[in-house]
Nanobody
Framework: QVQLVESGGGLVQAGGSLRLSCAASGRTFSSYSMAWFRQAPGKERDFVAAIRWTGGSTDYANSVKGRFTISRDNAKNTVYLQMNSLKPEDTAVYYC???????????????WGQGTQVTVSS
């Protein structure tokens, strides 16, 4: 069993930056691929970014390519999402997920965090 706790969300102005963190506990973190999803009010949950357990492969939604960077530090059992050039449409609750590479990018994750709110003002 894995527990995931997101942090780092907050209120920023458009064009600003935030770094989200997802701390994992409970079992071997490095065994899992990790992903970030987000859900805005009244919208479905959308894929944002994913990283393979080795850190050698990443995947991004087209809407965040060039602006967001996912990374992980297996020694710290933590995955990060660096968000730059934030836009109001990035406003959402951001969720951390863990699972197999083949499925976690599709939202079929084994574990989910509770989410952290990111609000980007115009």
């Amino acid at each position: 069993q894995v527990q995931l706790v997101e942090s780092g969300g907050g209120l920023v102005q458009a064009g600003g930056s935030l770094r989200l963190s997802c701390a994992a506990s409970g079992r071997t973190f490095s065994s899992y691929s990790m992903a970030w999803f987000r859900q805005a009010p009244g919208k479905e949950r959308d894929f944002v970014a994913a990283i393979r357990w080795t850190g050698g492969s990443t995947d991004y939604a087209n809407s965040v390519k060039g602006r967001f960077t996912i990374s992980r530090d297996n020694a710290k059992n933590t995955v990060y999402l660096q968000m730059n050039s934030l836009k109001p449409e990035d406003t959402a609750v951001y969720y951390c997920a863990a699972g197999a590479w083949s499925s976690v990018r599709l939202g079929d994750a084994s574990y989910w965090g509770q989410g952290t709110q990111v609000t980007v003002s115009s």
